[in-house]
């Protein structure tokens, strides 16, 4: 799977950003799953709403680290592509 500009991902139902105030830190919870995540899978994931497309959101985040576009795009497709592989996210045309 390739990212494209204008795929959209999104959390499917029972899959959400969860606060983990007792160890501190981010998690995304899944049927069955809890996967702890660091400042960039949470900077990333935050920015999934179901709406905006991969091509705003990349853009987004290269605005709000100061870091190339092509950088961030590489990188955060990868990420995105590696969760929609195990389910835990959808990327729709």
Do not use: K, N
Not at 4 to 9: D, H, L, T, Y
Not at 25 to 53: C, F, K
């Amino acid at each position: 799977m390739s990212l494209a500009a204008q795929s959209v991902p999104r959390m499917p139902r029972g899959v959400r950003l969860h606060e983990d105030r007792v160890r501190g830190g981010w998690v995304l919870l899944a049927p069955e799953r809890a996967i702890a995540l660091d400042q960039i899978g949470h900077a990333i994931l935050s920015r999934i709403d179901g709406t905006r497309d991969f091509g705003a959101i990349t853009r987004d985040l290269a605005e709000s680290f100061g870091a190339p576009i092509e950088d961030v795009a590489r990188d955060s497709g990868e990420f995105i592509e590696a969760l929609a592989e195990r389910r835990i996210l959808e990327v729709g045309p």
